[in-house]
T-cell receptor, first 110, second 111 residues
Framework: GQQVMQIPQYQHVQEGEDFTTYCNSS?????IQWYKQRPGGHPVFLIQ?????EVKKQKRLTFQFGEAKKNSSLHITATQTTDVGTYFC??????????FGAGTTVTVRA | SQTIHQWPATLVQPVGSPLSLECTVE??????LYWYRQAAGRGLQLLFY??????ISSEVPQNLSASRPQDRQFILSSKKLLLSDSGFYLC??????????FGPGTRLTVL
């Protein structure tokens, strides 16, 4: 079945620095979604990418979908303490289900 | 606007006891509904999903079951809990746009 791998598992970032988390699928995806889960909370939808090579930005967050629609990345610039949490990518292959990556847990050093 | 409710928020149950977790969605009709389990510090494992009343698809063989008695109600059950059933159970719904909206979750501890 479809597998979505996400790296790194943990990301310790100095406040103000940039970082990137990567997501790779074993199969071609119809779309990829990104979610954020704050400590003790539930996952919250951030964005969906559908087109090959698509790039979307939300303030300091930049999301990219690969040309082959098998990989994606989330880049955060000028990390703030509000960015703390776990970021999940989730891929879909033309059905109702999402396959979630294991997540990247981000901690920020002030 | 749409809202999703889950209860209880936390639950401590002895091994071998039954389980019933309920999830309801408001403000939408005919949603796709999902149950996930999240072990501590881990990702989301899809347990069941439903595209309509009485339609349940199971993703992982286990001692859990799900039912959808009404359009916006999704129930997760077990006849006898195991220690390995401990975790954070999340219900989610999706509509035509495919993104999923999660409920607040139930933290289950089986002792």
């Amino acid at each position: 079945g479809q597998q979505v791998m996400q790296i790194p598992q943990y990301q310790h970032v100095q406040e103000g620095e940039d970082f990137t988390t990567y997501c790779n699928s074993s199969t071609t995806l119809s779309n990829i979604q990104w979610y954020k889960q704050r400590p003790g909370g539930h996952p919250v939808f951030l964005i969906q990418l559908v087109k090959s090579g698509e790039v979307k930005k939300q303030k300091r967050l930049t999301f990219q979908f690969g040309e082959a629609k098998k990989n994606s990345s989330l880049h955060i610039t000028a990390t703030q303490t509000t960015d703390v949490g776990t970021y999940f990518c989730a891929g879909s292959s033309n059905d109702y289900k999402l396959s979630f990556g294991a997540g990247t847990t981000v901690t920020v050093r002030a | 606007s749409q809202t999703i409710h889950q209860w209880p928020a936390t639950l401590v149950q002895p091994v071998g006891s039954p389980l019933s977790l309920e999830c309801t969605v408001e403000g939408t009709s005919n949603p796709n509904l999902y149950w996930y389990r999240q072990a501590a510090g881990r990702g989301l494992q899809l347990l069941f999903y439903s595209v309509g009343i009485g339609q349940i698809s199971s993703e992982v063989p286990q001692n859990l079951s799900a039912s959808r008695p009404q359009d916006r109600q999704f129930i997760l059950s077990s006849k006898k809990l195991l220690l390995s059933d401990s975790g954070f159970y999340l219900c989610a719904w999706s509509g035509g746009s495919n993104e999923q909206f999660f409920g607040p979750g139930t933290r289950l501890t089986v002792l």
